[in-house]
Every structure is written in C-alpha cells, then in structure tokens.
C-alpha cells in the first residue's frame, strides 16, 4: 500500500512562490513516474506536472510552463513542486500522484497528464493565492 504525504501549502501573495512537497512510502519510489494535480472549488481535476521515473523528463500543463518546477529525489522518496510567479488563479487543492506503471517509458506528455495513469493519491495541500 502506497502512501502519499503532501506538504509545504499555504497562503501567499500573488508573485510569491511556495515550494510543495510529497513524501512517499510503501513502493521502491525511484522505479516510478510521479506526477502533481490540482483541484480548484467548482473546476475539474488539472495536470500540473508530471516527472519521469528517472527524473530525466518532466512535463507541465501550458498554465504552470515557465513557473513551476518539478523534481525529485530518490533518496528521499520524496517529489517537489517549486512554484514561483504565483498567480491567484494557481489557488487550489494539490495532489501528489503515483504512477501505476513500473518504470513507465511512455514519451508522451499525454500519458503523464492523464489522472488514470496514476493508481496512488496524497490528500493534497491547499495553496491560496491572494491577489
């Protein structure tokens, strides 16, 4: 059973920057891709960020490009999602993902971006952008 711990949400001004991060358990974390989502109040679930089980490649929605970084370190199981720019629109719930697949090669941002690709979810960190 794979757990999931987000931390480092909160309250910021807009063009400040916040740095989440997801520490993970139950699974050999570096074999597999991690990804990043967020849910504002009446909005779908968004991709954010996804990275590759290897750290090599990293994916990001259109909204966050440029912004935010995702990383990871293996030695510590955990994944981070550093936010800079911030804007009040960033405001929403995020989730930290587990990918499904062991060492997942797919190549196409697509695949990261999907929810269905990822069988493992963190309770998510509120991050609140103030204008």
């Known amino acids: 059973q794979v757990q999931l711990v987000e931390s480092g949400g909160g309250l910021v001004q807009a063009g400040g920057s916040l740095r989440l991060s997801c520490a993970a358990s139950g699974r050999t974390f570096s074999n597999y891709a991690m990804g990043w989502f967020r849910q504002a109040p009446g909005r779908e679930r968004e991709f954010v960020a996804a990275?590759?089980?290897?750290?090599?490649?990293?994916y990001y929605a259109d909204s966050v490009k440029g912004r935010f970084t995702i990383s990871r370190d293996n030695a510590k199981n955990t994944v981070y999602l550093q936010m800079n720019s911030l804007k009040p629109e960033d405001t929403a719930i995020y989730r930290c993902a587990f990918c499904r697949a062991y060492r997942a090669s797919s190549a196409f941002s697509n695949y990261y971006s999907d929810y269905g690709t990822y069988d493992y979810w963190g309770q998510g960190t509120q991050v609140t952008v103030s204008s």
């Open positions: 990275i590759s089980w290897s750290g090599a490649s990293t």
